[in-house]
């Protein structure tokens, strides 16, 4: 089975999908996956999407998953590092909150978002994410959680597409 078919399996067991989206994210944005392998399987993955803010590259993390059997081995911590030393501006929308505790150990900071005040700097989707994006709802939240890791200092930020 493929790196691509086994992280769509780890997602589809993990979250709530009627399996349209998850085609969907696959087939635009596969190429955006990072991912650990232990013996032929992929353990964890996540995609890490291109985006722009403020006129710099920036990557937004979406559908972090371990497979249920290898969780608490550390390979999503793992991952995270490896991604960390690469990337400059990374962003999340943490899934709840019990999980930012998680986050904030590899340095990000919690701050909100917003779906619709330009005012604030905007994360802009960009390559395979931009296309994706653009058949999709943007949010209707007015605010909610969000993520960041970078030297830039962020209060809040504009994102339409965190696909919640």
């Known amino acids: ?41 992929i353990v964890c993955y996540l995609f890490l999407l291109p985006c722009v803010i ?24 793992q991952l995270l590092k490896r991604v960390i030393e690469r990337e400059e501006i990374l962003f999340l929308r943490p899934v709840n909150e019990n999980i930012t505790a998680f986050y904030e150990r590899f340095g990000f900071k919690l701050i909100k978002a917003t779906a619709k005040d330009n005012s604030f700097p905007n994360l802009i989707p960009k390559g395979s994410f931009k296309n994706f994006a653009k058949q999709i709802e943007p949010d209707e939240d007015n605010e909610y959680p969000f993520m960041y890791l970078s030297e830039t200092n962020f209060d809040k930020v504009c994102f339409e597409y965190s696909m919640d």
């Not at 403020?54 to 969780?71: L, S």
């Open 1 to 41: 089975m493929s790196y691509i078919n086994q992280c769509q399996d780890i997602y589809l067991s993990r979250f709530s999908d009627d399996g349209v989206f998850a085609k969907k994210l696959f087939e635009e944005c596969s190429e955006n996956i990072e991912y650990i392998e232990e013996k032929g399987e």
């Open 54 to 77: 403020d006129g710099k590259n920036a990557k937004y993390i979406f559908a972090v998953a371990t497979k249920k059997e290898h969780e608490g081995k550390g390979y999503m911590s």
